[in-house]
């Protein structure tokens, strides 16, 4: 006998505002860190993305990243914008990482690619430091990175796109929580006989 399934219930994702976003991304004291935050809201990534980045996922020239094998385990071209190609050249320049675009170490002193903790530990720190009261994660730098590029008028299908979602259904959670410019409700009267 089958049971039917528990749904689990709807919650909407945690936003944060442009000013919030401004200040997270001042907030840490290290380039990388605060490089590392752009990334993850400048092009939407998740966390096991960010950190499975290589150097040559980097297109400077283009001004794209390219995820290689994201969930689903689908590549996909993310743009970059003129401030995160200078913040990487910037970055590049001083760290001189080898093969990872962020390096870590394992326990042996090894260079490895940053741990999903050493990722969820710098946005953590971030937020501590910043005194922003929401709960903040990588996920949810994504969930803003999606709600601001909807609000700032781009297209439901291209962010499906950009954010990598096989389904649309898991894109149409942002117009949920995006505040879209909604223009007054009205009477079709009011338009066929009011001024034109």
């Known amino acids: 006998v089958a049971l039917p399934s528990i749904e689990r219930p709807k919650k909407l994702p945690v936003v944060l505002s442009r000013e919030e976003i401004k200040l997270l991304l001042k907030t840490p004291k290290l380039h990388k860190h605060r490089l590392l935050l752009a990334l993850l809201y400048g092009c939407g990534l998740r966390n096991a993305e960010l950190r499975n980045l290589y150097i040559k996922d980097v297109d400077m020239d283009r001004k794209q990243l390219h995820i290689r094998q994201g969930k689903g385990r689908k590549d996909r071209y993310v743009p970059l914008c003129d401030l995160l190609v200078r913040g990487i050249q910037i970055y590049l320049a001083a760290e001189h990482p080898v093969q990872w675009l962020f390096n870590?170490?394992?326990?042996?002193?090894?260079?490895?690619?940053?741990?999903?903790?050493?990722?969820?530990?710098?946005?953590?720190q971030a937020r501590q430091h910043s005194g922003i009261r929401k709960e903040v994660t990588t996920h949810s730098l994504r969930h803003t990175y999606a709600t601001h590029l909807l609000e700032m008028g781009m297209d439901i299908m291209s962010l499906k796109d950009l954010l990598g979602h096989v389904d649309i259904q898991t894109t149409m959670v942002y117009l949920h929580v995006s505040q879209l410019s909604k223009r007054a409700v009205f009477s079709p009267l009011e338009k066929l006989y009011g001024p034109r």
């Open 104 to 124: 870590g170490n394992d326990r042996e002193g090894n260079s490895v690619g940053l741990s999903a903790n050493g990722v969820q530990w710098v946005v953590k």
